[in-house]
């Protein structure tokens, strides 16, 4: 089952910036977050705590959502290219 994506507005500044920034690492988000719709908890994401929120962690790269399995959506809470 694929989940639908959706980026909340912090989350898409933040890509805008990192988009401008660094086209690179823009379109790795880009794939991770496709990947994430296929499988929202990969083995590289580690659960923050108790409140269903995600923290995935790439190469450079941090992204930190929540999985709504009722509504089959997974939100993008923000992302970071790292150093």
Same mark, same amino acid.
């Given at each position: ?8 507005? @912090? &989350? $898409?500044?933040?890509?805008? !910036? ?10 790795? #988000?880009? =794939?991770?977050? @496709? &990947? $994430?719709?296929?499988?929202? !908890? ?10 269903? #929120?995600? =923290? ?20 993008? #809470? ?6």
């Amino acid at each position: 089952m694929s989940l639908t994506v959706v980026v909340q507005e @912090a &989350a $898409l500044r933040a890509l805008a !910036r990192i988009r401008a920034e660094d086209p690179e690492a823009f379109a790795s #988000i880009k =794939r991770a977050l @496709a &990947a $994430l719709a296929g499988q929202p !908890r990969p083995d590289q994401a580690v659960a923050w705590g108790g409140s269903g #929120i995600y =923290r995935l962690h790439l190469p450079g790269i941090r992204i930190l959502y929540e999985v709504d399995e009722d509504a089959a959506t997974i939100y993008v #809470i923000n992302v970071a290219v790292t150093l």
